[in-house]
């Protein structure tokens, strides 16, 4: 089953990476490291990203790309009880941070709970990725333009929508802004 989540999941991130120009994604984790249980459900989550290097790539969290962020921590437990997890994933992008996705999980196993995160965050890019991108794209510009009384480079994703490159405030709200 999680086999065929994958393949799924492959099939329908094809678009979002056409998008992101034939490049894997760049994805940056973070885990509690002083609970066991989170340690270990982050290591089989970052291997069974990792075999899908077409499609992910892990990036230290000192990597200043563009993509999402994945935080996840796991619920103390005894080696008789389940995993309870949890998922949040959000896309990191310049100065702003925009939400894709969370959830719970539990699991009876760590790899259980690491098939569950795969298939969230594939579903999670497959369903927000496009719009995500342009929020963000919308909130980098508005951030400079209003921090600033000069012109702002206007990013890629909008440049055609707005019919420029460079923009100050002025010529901003005489086009009626942008809509998130």
């Known amino acids: 089953m999680p086999r065929l989540l994958i393949v799924v999941g492959a099939v329908f991130l094809a678009p979002v990476l056409c998008y992101a120009k034939g490049e894997p994604i760049k994805v940056s984790t973070i885990t509690n490291s002083t609970e066991p249980s989170s340690v270990e459900v982050m290591k089989l989550f970052r291997q069974k990203l990792s075999s899908h290097e077409a499609l992910f790539k892990l990036v230290d969290n000192r990597d200043p790309s563009l993509g999402p962020l994945f935080t996840e921590d796991c619920m103390p437990r005894q080696t008789t009880e389940p995993y309870n997890c949890f998922y949040t994933t959000h896309y990191v992008g310049g100065t702003t941070k925009t939400f894709m996705g969370g959830g719970i999980y539990v699991g009876k196993s760590a790899g259980d ?55 100050n405030l002025s010529q901003y709200m005489q086009r009626g802004g942008l809509k998130k």
């Not at 496009?130 to 794209?137: C, F």
């Not at 921090?147 to 055609?160: E, G, I």
């Open 113 to 167: 709970i690491a098939d569950n995160f795969v298939a969230a965050v594939a579903q999670d890019i497959v369903e927000r990725w496009t719009g995500i991108i342009r929020t963000n794209a919308i909130e980098t510009l508005e951030s400079c333009l209003f921090l600033t009384q000069s012109r702002c480079a206007v990013p890629d994703q909008l440049q055609s929508e707005m019919k420029a490159k460079v923009l």
